[in-house]
T-cell receptor, first 113, second 111 residues
Framework: EAGVTQFPSHSVIEKGQTVTLRCDPISGHDNLYWYRRVMGKEIKFLLHFVKESKQDESGMPNNRFLAERTGGTYSTLKVQPAELEDSGVYFC???????????FGPGTRLTVL | RKEVEQDPGPFNVPEGATVAFNCTYSNSASQSFFWYRQDCRKEPKLLMSVYSSGNEDGRFTAQLNRASQYISLLIRDSKLSDSATYLCVVSAPSGTYKYIFGTGTRLKVLA
């Protein structure tokens, strides 16, 4: 069974540019989560989708971040315009049931210059 | 105070040793508890869920003490391949299932 996949694996952009990250969850997993790890800090929650609906977006840092999950399959996370402090590793995770463990993708390493 | 606290280590232990990691969490209403393993520059991988009754998976034993808000992981007969960062993860109280991560404890098993 294929795991969670994320694209791109790395992205280097300049401040002010736009970047879109993509996550494909494990097939059949209705729950999709986005997390972020900023250098030197712990991994922090951004938001949670159940199918195509945003269940919890309390971790989204500001309105420069927009997440979508059209059709309840893959998800995108857009950062527009990117700022220096957005640099970090963005992880996506999925689970079939909310009470079970979440399975993480390899992450997208974002560097904003 | 952080919501999930772990000793960052590093813990340097010889092969074959037994090592224990501890973690405390601040919110008594937390629902689910997990240990994840993370290798350098890789994603977290689920190691095991943690239950009040304690659970064991091979050389790994996890324990939850709800009264003390304390989670532990015991690794017996350490292998070189156990070298990694171990993340204590607590799910938020009911109504949301976001994970709250500790900063992780680094383990290095020495030959």
């Amino acid at each position: 069974e294929a795991g969670v996949t994320q694209f791109p694996s790395h992205s280097v952009i300049e401040k002010g540019q736009t970047v879109t990250l993509r996550c494909d969850p494990i097939s059949g997993h209705d729950n999709l989560y986005w997390y972020r790890r900023v250098m030197g800090k712990e991994i922090k929650f951004l938001l949670h989708f159940v199918k195509e609906s945003k269940q919890d977006e309390s971790g989204m840092p500001n309105n420069r971040f927009l997440a979508e999950r059209t059709g309840g399959t893959y998800s995108t996370l857009k950062v527009q315009p990117a700022e220096l402090e957005d640099s970090g590793v963005y992880f996506c995770a999925s689970s079939q049931f909310v009470s079970e463990g979440q399975y993480f993708g390899p992450g997208t390493r974002l560097t904003v210059l | 105070r952080k919501e999930v606290e772990q000793d960052p280590g590093p813990f340097n232990v010889p092969e074959g040793a037994t090592v224990a990691f501890n973690c405390t969490y601040s919110n008594s209403a937390s629902q689910s508890f997990f240990w994840y393993r993370q290798d350098c520059r890789k994603e977290p991988k689920l190691l095991m869920s943690v239950y009040s009754s304690g659970n064991e998976d091979g050389r790994f034993t996890a324990q939850l003490n709800r009264a003390s808000q304390y989670i532990s992981l015991l690794i017996r007969d350490s292998k070189l391949s156990d070298s990694a960062t171990y993340l204590c993860v607590v799910s938020a109280p009911s109504g949301t299932y976001k994970y709250i991560f500790g900063t992780g404890t680094r383990l290095k098993v020495l030959a």
